[in-house]
């Protein structure tokens, strides 16, 4: 084949360097001095690893990826990561030059052209084909580099195999970067490898960390025209990658990626998107291991799903992408449908439960004043700010049990039953005097809670015995708008998520938001799988309070429980 001529021109610099070798006498010496290295390996490392006194080779990925391609080995470099192959084709070929980057893209991409002192020009490209005409004017052919991201990330947008070409063809003297990390996803076309070849000025960059499974290996690699791989040879470390990737990476090589897997990914992929668009949010259609949306409030989902235990990625920092959200696709049916209930239940609840003490329920002159009280008639003063460190502290659901812990803590050892019936005289009341029950009030007004009734199934998960409940409920009137009201006798006691669970089922509802005003309501809301929003109990301190349910992992704390109104969906 007619080797075509090179018109793109490497940074000076690097014009300049000699690769790194070591020349060795004879053929393969069995005894080898010249690399200062140690003559044996760590005798606790022997068996589990390969010998890690030796400098890694890994010429033989290079000529198996070679091999794959169709070229000679010449034509690849393998890499630390596929970033470590992007930041050696930044430096060789951009300082002074113009960068052309497709935008929203990959964030290490524009990074690496900033350092390396690129002129940068953006050009936005959000789906459809890539925009060769736009992409073209501002490379202007000034002998610089365009970074071609496909499928992109964070879009999943797919650069046409024709479009590709069309850049090649039209801009000789710019080097063209081909980032294909994701290319495993789509369609076999989609795969410009041997387009590329086909060009001096094309590199395809790629990586054995997506569908390959190996991210913790650090292994990319870089293919391309061997007087440009020749460049990058000498623009990076002589050892970029460890010996264990190396045996690593020959072992997935000999197997193959796990294409069922990645046939799952890519059916959960357009799941996903018509879940997502269900929900009401903007999708951008997707051909890569990850869906990106676009959210009224994408700040709260994130939060809301990292409460939930699901992390996914937000761009902060970044006007381009802002109220965006990339998810990736988990590849297992039990994960996706964690993910799905998660997305569901921040973005589409179907109930809605409340903590009664301190949510509902104004219980400072009563449940909590019932607590000092009892502790006093033993002789031990506590203050208001005690029994909240207390809450705060978790584990605190029951007020005898908790009023019990107090008195332990100071020295003083009294039985739960006794605790339970001074506590209990306190606050139900006696022949000779009235309780502290008395003082009780509701937070939130009748008119808020019927609004909430009409749009979800409401509840209570209360950790009060059923009769304390359902009077205080009686008393405020508001009994006949909670269908499901879950109490000390029905199921362990919170953090334990089973008394949450419970009230999702006696509601009929799958998903839900959970409001409480303790560590305790949050953990038990998490762990049945119901957002956990925090409101501060009337008296404490809200900035205090607001940290103590935000390191308990609420979504969002709420100034008053009443404000959950304006928060729901």
Known sequence: MKVKPLLVEPNPVVAGLLPYVIDRPGVDPDLVLDFNE?????????????PVNRYPDYREIETALANIAGVEPESVLVTNGADDALERIFRCAIPGRRAVLGTPTYGM?????????????????WDGDYPVDEVCRAAKDGGGLVAVVSPSNPTGSVASRNAVEELLN???????????????????DDDLIELAMDYPNAVVVRTFSKAWGCAGLRVGWAIGDQRVIDWLRRAGLPFPIAALSVRAVMAALSEGPDVERIAAICT??????????????????????????????????????????????????RPDVDGWLRITLPGDNENFERLSRGLRTVCAPAGLLFDMDGVLADVRDSYRQSIIETARAWGVELTPGDVTGAKAGGGATNDWQLTRRLLADRGVDVGLEEVTERFESL????DHAPGLRRFESLRIDREILERLAARFAL?????????????????????????????MEDAPSKPNPAPVALALERLGVATAWM?????????????????????????????????????????????EPKDIEELMP
């Open 268 to 317: 959960q992929r357009e799941a996903l998107i018509e879940i997502l668009r269900e929900l009401g949010n903007y999708v951008l259609p997707s051909n890569a291991s990850f869906v990106f949306a676009r959210f009224n409030d994408a700040d709260f989902v994130w939060r809301s799903l990292g409460a939930l235990g699901i992390s996914v990625r937000r761009f902060p920092g």
């Open 170 to 188: 039209r801009l000789p003297r710019s080097l063209v970067i081909l980032d294909q990390a994701y290319v495993d996803f789509t369609e076999p």
């Open 38 to 50: 140690s003559l044996a390996s760590p005798p606790s490392l022997a068996g589990c690893v390969p």
């Open 109 to 125: 991409i524009r990074r690496f052209a900033v350092l390396s002192g690129a002129e940068v020009v953006e050009v936005p490209w």
């Open 459 to 487: 509840g209570v998960v209360t950790g009060r015995p059923r009769s304390d409940a359902m009077r205080f409920l009686e008393e405020q009137g508001v009994d006949d708008l909670f269908s499901a009201v879950v109490c």
């Open 515 to 559: 409001v409480g005003d303790t560590p305790d309501d949050l953990r038990a809301a998490r762990g049945a799988g119901v957002l956990p929003i925090g409101a501060t109990a009337s008296g404490d301190d809200r900035e205090t309070a607001s940290a103590v349910l935000k390191s308990a992992g609420a979504a969002e704390v709420l100034g």
């Open 427 to 430: 606050y139900q009341g006696t």
